[in-house]
């Protein structure tokens, strides 16, 4: 998609990528968490009290998916063309109507898929916890991308025929926006996330849009033009990974009690790594087995880029050694940040489900996002280079 005319004539598209395929950790994946958790304490067990979940959330994420795609275009606007003094009318309100519209669709498909998913996990005797956040990740990045790409272009296309289209599209949207919170402020399930889940959700969206304008400003060089095709690989593993051990880790404390109490899972203040990762708790063994995931899960992606021959970069050694080492930091950096977080929000009286994933996925954008920029300079420094990079 890189290649495309809106990407290359309205790069700040960049800096909207990982900000929305970040709206699956904000929303998709906190409501699967949540749901999750209503579903193993048994809060989904009738029909009334699965439908009162069902339309408060939806209404909900709707709400947030609206506002967070307004706030992304409007920090892609700032991000790209405040520091080189550019500005474009027609591609700011291009961005916002492309980003407002994808999160909405976005959100719209992977919240009925979730619903789905969770159910359908409870009748068969799975832990949803296991299943819905890595099916909401990857599934949200792929529908993401390609709702993006696909709005993006289309409305490129129209710019200069039809102007009128763009703020028309901005417009819809944000007009459905009082239909949503009317219904989301009716229900008990959800009347307290409207009001008090906006802070990790909106600093979440500024943390991946420094990670867009990182990858935009790595992009737009065509010596690293070849990052593009693997920053939502090894942000899309990062997160998955981490939002699995948050949702287990949540869902393992709201067994015991509910947030702020429960003496025997006090919080800590800032655990060792070797409780995190070596002890003989439950959480601790669920790290060591995400962890070890990411090799394996790494070299099946690196695999099909280079039997598609997607992207600009020769799979050298050296460029998988660095790109491996760049993963598994990721997913160690984001794993012992997991364990404090949710203990952390725990003892301040806050829902790990509804606070800790959008903070965590964002992270994961923003470390991956770097980590992978660092790798490909320094390669770059060393002499491991493509003559075919950008052809």
């Avoid at 849009?209 to 060089?221: H, M, N």
Wanted: glycine share 8%.
């Amino acid at each position: 998609l890189q290649h495309w005319d809106v990407f290359k004539y309205v790069t700040e598209v960049f800096i909207l990528v990982p900000a929305l395929l970040g709206l699956k950790g904000n929303l998709e994946m906190t409501l699967a968490s949540r749901l999750s958790t209503a579903a193993n304490i048994g809060q989904m067990d009738t029909p009334k009290e699965l439908w009162k979940m069902i339309t408060g959330n939806m209404a909900l994420i709707q709400v947030q998916a609206t506002v967070v795609g307004f706030l992304a275009s409007i920090a892609a606007v700032v991000f790209g063309w405040i520091p080189d003094g550019h500005f474009s009318m027609a591609h700011a309100v291009l961005l916002c109507a492309s980003s407002v519209a994808t999160a909405f669709i976005a959100s719209l498909v992977l919240g009925m898929i979730m619903i789905g998913v969770i159910i359908g996990s409870r009748k068969m005797g799975i832990n949803p916890d296991n299943v819905a956040t890595p099916i909401a990740a990857s599934l949200g990045d792929l529908i993401t991308l390609a709702l993006l790409s696909g709005i993006s272009w289309g409305l490129y296309k129209e710019l200069e025929s039809k102007a009128y289209v763009n703020p028309l599209v901005c417009a819809f949207f944000i007009s459905l926006l009082p239909i949503w919170v009317i219904i989301a402020k009716r229900n008990s399930a959800t009347r307290e996330v409207l009001y008090s889940g906006w802070e990790p959700v909106i600093i979440a969206m500024a943390i991946s849009s420094v990670g867009g304008l990182i990858l935009d400003r790595t992009v737009s060089d065509p010596n690293f033009a070849g990052m593009a095709v693997f920053t939502p690989v090894i942000n899309g593993v990062g997160g998955n990974l981490v939002a699995v051990q948050a949702s287990r880790i949540s869902t393992y404390l709201h067994m015991s009690g509910v947030p702020g109490d429960s003496p025997g899972t006090a919080p800590r203040k800032c655990p060792s790594p070797c409780s995190t990762f070596f002890s003989s708790d439950v959480n601790s063994r669920s790290a060591r087995v995400l962890f070890l995931l990411v090799v394996p899960g790494h070299l099946v992606f690196l695999y099909t880029i280079h039997s598609m021959q997607g992207g600009h970069t020769t799979l050298t050694l050296i460029f998988i050694v660095f790109y491996m080492t760049a993963a598994l930091l990721q997913v160690l950096i984001l794993l012992y940040i997991a364990d404090w977080m949710v203990h952390w929000m725990w003892g301040r009286h806050l829902d790990p489900d509804n606070f800790s994933i959008p903070y965590l996925t964002a992270l994961g954008d923003l470390i991956g996002t770097g980590l992978l920029a660092l790798s490909f300079h320094v390669l770059w420094l060393i002499g491991d280079r493509d003559s075919d990079v950008g052809d």
